[in-house]
Each structure stands twice: as C-alpha cells, then as structure tokens.
C-alpha cells in the first residue's frame, strides 16, 4: 500500500474528482478527513468509505474562511495526531467572456479557487512544518496553463495556484514538505457537465487519447504525487490530460 497509515484532508471530497482521491487514498491505507462546503455530500461520502472498511471523518469546511479552515485542520490533528497530506481540490466555475463578466463571478472564482487553496496551505503547512514533513497537493488545470475562452476568472486561479505551488515547494522544502500540483484536462464530473455537449465533444477530438478523463485519472494522479514514489518531486505541475493542448 502507497499510502499505509498516512493522514490525508481531501477538500471538495464530497464528489467529483475530490471523492475519487479519496477513495483511492483509503485503497492505499490512508485515513481520510473528508472536507466539503455540503453536508449532505460529505455523509454520503463518509458512508461510503467505511462501507469500503475504510478510516474517514467529515469536515464540513468552506475553504474561502480562515476560521473554517483552522477548525478543518484542527480537528484532524486532534483526532489523528498529525497531518501528512492535504489536496487542495475544492474549486468552483463561473464563466463568461471577459467583457460578459460580473465583478462578483471574478471574485468569487478567486476566493474558492485561489485564496481557499491559500488558507489551506498556509493552514496544512504550519502544521507540516512543525512536525517535520507533510505533502501539499494543488488542483491547477490545463485552463490555467493555455487559458480558455469563458473562464478569465477560473483561468487566473489555475495559473496562481501554479506559482503558490513553486513558492511554497522553496519555502518548504527544507521542512521536509513537498508541494506539487496537477492540472487536469477535461474530466467527467458535475463540474464538466454543465459545458455544452458540442464542447466536450470537442475537447475529446482535440485529445490524442481521444477520450475525455475520469475522476479516477486524476486520483492515482495526486496517489502518486502523495506516496515516497514521488520524494524527489517538489514544485512541479503534472499535466493529466489525455495530451489535450487548448
Ligand atoms: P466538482 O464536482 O464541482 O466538485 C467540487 C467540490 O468542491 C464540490 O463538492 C463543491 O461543493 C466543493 N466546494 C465548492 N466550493 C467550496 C468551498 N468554498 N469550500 C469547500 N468545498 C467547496 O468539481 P471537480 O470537477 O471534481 O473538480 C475538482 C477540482 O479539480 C477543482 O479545483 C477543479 O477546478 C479542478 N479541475 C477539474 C477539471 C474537470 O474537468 N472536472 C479540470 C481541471 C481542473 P458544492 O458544489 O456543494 O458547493
């Protein structure tokens, strides 16, 4: 097992690609915080885990609040004694063309998407630090590394979250705590099925794998990035996205 015995908060865990990392995470031996803004997907998730026979606790956190989050951080700690890995997955849309676009979609996107992987981090690495080692995962996008049209909010938090992560892979490093992040290209999840089919359509011929990704793709993803197969790897962005290129 990659995982065996480690403590992992997943946000956004309560579906999607954040539920998938979760899952996987147990498969491997992890005991996992399940940290999500909905109360009703973070019980159904937990459930399901232990149906598994696996070891998880729900959080019902928005990561947009330091407060929210220090609470998130705090009872994993009092419950399992440390923290060694946090995904910062959580993450939400609000598109539109530049000149279509409310100021309050902008901040929005930017409050979940960049300043709620800030507070996490910040939050995840204080305790990392402190005892020693820890792994700090990013959900980034293959928007944030080509852009896309409709999304200068969402797109500008992908390319953020990139240069958060190469900032804290050189702060953190000699603490013993990698940061890396993944960047997915287009994936099956209630997030992607709000796109117009004719969209999805175009993004799997656009792939030289010729199909579109599944939550499961990006999970052993963020398992390997997580587990000492990847203790050499800090600051880096893994592109899971079937080659697309926007
Ligand atoms: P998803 O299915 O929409 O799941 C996101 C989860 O995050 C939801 O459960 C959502 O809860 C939760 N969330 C939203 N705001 C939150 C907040 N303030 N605090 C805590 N939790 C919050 O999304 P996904 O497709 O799995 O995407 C996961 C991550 O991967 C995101 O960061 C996304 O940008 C990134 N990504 C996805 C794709 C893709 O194609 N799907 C591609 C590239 C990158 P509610 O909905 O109940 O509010």
Do not use: H
């Not at 928005?62 to 995904?87: A, H, P, Q």
């Not at 930017?110 to 630090?129: H, P």
């Amino acid at each position: 097992m990659k995982l065996l015995d480690k403590v992992a908060i997943i946000t956004g865990a309560g579906r999607g690609i954040g539920e998938a990392t979760a899952k996987k995470f147990v498969q491997e031996g992890a005991k996992v915080v399940i940290a999500d803004i909905s109360q009703a997907d973070v019980d159904r998730t937990v459930e399901e885990i232990k149906a598994m026979g696996g070891e998880a606790i729900g959080a019902i956190v928005d990561v947009t609040s330091l407060e929210s989050v220090n609470k998130m951080v705090k009872e994993t700690v009092e419950k399992y004694g440390k923290l060694d890995i946090i995904v910062n997955n959580a993450g939400i849309t609000a598109d539109n063309t530049l000149v279509k676009m409310s100021e309050a979609e902008f901040d929005r996107v930017i409050n979940v998407n960049l300043k709620g992987v800030y507070n996490c981090g910040q939050e995840a690495a204080k305790v990392m630090a402190e005892q020693g080692g820890g792994v700090i995962l990013n959900a980034s996008s293959v928007v944030g590394v080509y852009g896309n049209f409709g999304q200068t909010n969402y797109a500008a938090t992908k390319w953020g979250v990139i240069g958060m992560t190469k900032t804290w892979a050189k702060e953190l490093g000699k603490k013993g705590v990698r940061v890396n992040a993944v960047a997915p290209g287009f994936i099956l999840t209630p997030m992607t099925e709000k796109m117009p089919e004719k969209v999805l359509d175009m993004m799997k011929d656009k792939a030289p794998l010729k199909r579109l990704g599944t939550p499961e793709d990006i999970a052993n993803a963020y398992t390997f990035l997580a587990s000492d197969e990847a203790s050499f790897i800090t600051g880096a962005v893994l592109e899971v996205t079937g080659g697309v290129v926007l």
